[in-house]
T-cell receptor, first 112, second 114 residues
Framework: GIQVEQSPPDLILQEGANSTLRCNFS?????LQWFHQNPWGQLINLFY???GTKQNGRLSATTVATERYSLLYISSSQTTDSGVYFC??????????????FGQGTILTVHP | DTGVSQDPRHKITKRGQNVTFRCDPI?????LYWYRQTLGQGPEFLTY????????KSRLLSDRFSAERPKGSFSTLEIQRTEQGDSAMYLC????????????FGDGTRLSIL
């Protein structure tokens, strides 16, 4: 099945800094999503982005499907951005019926 | 859109007991997924329903696990004879069928085995 790798594993920022999180995937994708998991364990949908670029406030994401990677940009970070960021992909090969394969996540800590 | 609802939010039980979790998907969604997340890891796929049909099960789903979606609406996940290794967050997600459909996750049920 598809492999999903995220980097960096940990990221520590001062409030107001910008950051870029990367997700590499091993196969063509039907679906790619970015999630933020807050300290209470809730998985919040950030972007559905199998290709192209999207922006939502201080967050934006770009997926270059032909080169099999996606980037999540966080600008002017705030302490509430802390948590774990997951990338998840549904590989185009096989008959996986849409199951998502998650990366290991990036743990983001934003200090005031 | 009321979102995906899971119940209970937390479950503490003794080893060897049976537990059952419930998931109510977004009402228009015909696909429903169960995932399991252990500490420090990303969620892992367990099983998937298209309407009431269970179409795929992960090797992670041992014989002690069973999932149902009897009328193609809500789903239940039962774990029999729980073991310490079953302690995890159990997440449910739903989506429309077809390609290019995002999955929407519930808040999860956190299971702790004493």
């Amino acid at each position: 099945g598809i492999q999903v790798e995220q980097s960096p594993p940990d990221l520590i920022l001062q409030e107001g800094a910008n950051s870029t999180l990367r997700c590499n995937f091993s196969d063509s994708v039907n679906n790619l999503q970015w999630f933020h998991q807050n300290p209470w364990g809730q998985l919040i949908n950030l972007f559905y982005i199998p290709s192209g670029t999207k922006q939502n406030g201080r967050l934006s994401a770009t997926t270059v499907a032909t080169e099999r990677y996606s980037l999540l940009y966080i600008s002017s970070s705030q302490t509430t951005d802390s948590g774990v960021y997951f990338c998840a992909a549904w590989g185009a090969g096989g008959t996986s019926y849409g199951k998502l394969t998650f990366g290991q996540g990036t743990i983001l800590t934003v200090h005031p | 859109d009321t979102g995906v609802s899971q119940d209970p939010r937390h479950k503490i039980t003794k080893r060897g007991q049976n537990v059952t979790f419930r998931c109510d998907p977004i009402s228009e969604h015909n696909r429903l997924y169960w995932y399991r997340q252990t500490l420090g890891q990303g969620p892992e796929f367990l099983t998937y329903f298209q309407n009431e049909a269970q179409l795929e099960k992960s090797r992670l789903l041992s014989d002690r696990f069973s999932a149902e979606r009897p009328k193609g609406s809500f789903s239940t996940l039962e774990i029999q004879r729980t073991e310490q290794g079953d302690s995890a967050m159990y997440l449910c997600a739903s989506s429309f069928s077809g390609l290019n459909q995002p999955q929407h996750f519930g808040d999860g049920t956190r299971l702790s085995i004493l």
